[in-house]
């Protein structure tokens, strides 16, 4: 009897060793997820309710706390791994939006085949020169222009700081005041644009400090002062991020669209057609003279006026709404200054010259059917209304400006 009770008794001891060896098997959670078949290796052996008696209680399934302890640490590396915990957040919170969609144009702008801008065709290296104060006496047969080239300084910065009028006469034995700063070198088909963004400086900043006046033409040979980069301070920043901190406005493209003429350049006549187009390179000859009233370039109900707004922000010229592919006309003859996108908050852009310092702006147009450089009459169709840029409806942004400063279109455009 006692031989016979010592085999089982070490079966009974064996089968309670495997016993506590099986990991406790919860029931499986219900997932969308597939879950590893069980091998014949996990299927617990057939025990008697003694043998199931020391054995903890499983806990109830948990659907969001992870498992914790050690214990259950070590089995798990013993099956085959399957995800059993919660499904990763970003296939649940994808379909939630908390912030608005930003705004983008909502139709495409069609233009004519045209060559990019001068200040995207000509870009500009920042190699301005620094100069220190100093004092210049003139010298017999000296002109200001040849006193900047030999100072390096700009000649419209020396007439400004000496009190220096058109024509600029300096006799001999004058004495200068050469101011201190960094001036740039113009060359051949530079714009002004393309200037204040290599140096990440408005443009707006380089017209003011240098007196630059209408018609806003530069010339090869000219130095400008680049202000905000004073003697000994580095042009901080790579010329990318110069670039791409640059916002170009409608003033901008008025003072410093045009390319730098080179030396015995003449500007380019106007084309009567949108077949001929100038190369970026042409400088484009506004109209000396206004010859006519302004018309309305649209027919239509205006929806904002000229002016600040209830929130704060300045219109500087009226909307107007009208169904998309609405002709939009020339409010007076001029010439094309600009045909393009290239503000984002008006699209579809088109601005026109009309002489005596006077300028048109037309906005939001989803189809451009002139060429920069062309000449246009009074009620010519020059595009298409849209809801292009920033126009939260079919509409019309219109600007007419004087010299820089925008006018209210109402008090020059005829009553209703």
Known sequence: MN??????????TASLLLSACIPNMEPPMVTPEPVAPPTPVMTPPQ???????????????????????????????????TPRQSPPPV????????????????????????????????????????????TYVVQSGDTLRGVADRTGAGSEVIARVNGLTAPYVIRAGQRLTIPAGRYH?????????????????????????????EPYVLRAGQRILIPGTAAGTPVSSSLAERAAAFTLDVDDILTGGEPALATNQAPAKPSATPARVLPPTAVVAAPSRLR??????????????????????????????????????????????????????LGGLVIVKHGDGWTSVYGHASKLMVQRGQSVKRGQTLALSGQTGFADRPELHFELRRGRSPVDPMSQLPGR
């Open 3 to 12: 031989r016979t009770s010592k085999p089982m008794a070490g079966v009974i």
């Open 47 to 81: 025990t008697t309710a003694a043998d199931r008696a020391p054995r903890p209680i499983a806990p109830a399934p948990r659907t969001s706390a992870p498992r914790t302890g050690a214990p259950r640490s070590t089995i798990r590396r013993s099956v085959p791994v």
């Open 91 to 134: 296939p649940v919170q994808a379909p939630v939006r908390t912030a608005p969609i930003p705004a983008t144009p909502r139709e495409p702008v069609s233009t004519l085949p045209a060559p990019r801008p001068s200040w995207e065709v000509r870009p500009v290296t920042p190699d301005a020169r620094e100069i220190t104060a100093s």
């Open 185 to 213: 070198l113009v060359r051949s088909g530079e714009s002004g644009i393309a200037i204040a963004r290599a140096y990440g400086v408005p443009w707006s900043r380089i017209v003011e400090a240098n007196a630059l006046a």
């Open 292 to 345: 006519s009233g302004f018309a309305w370039p649209v027919e239509g109900k205006v929806v904002k006026r000229f002016g600040a707004g209830s929130s704060g922000e300045r219109n500087d010229g009226i909307k107007v709404a009208v169904p998309v592919g609405t002709p939009i006309k020339a409010t007076a003859d001029g010439v094309v200054a600009y045909v393009g996108d290239g503000i984002a908050a």
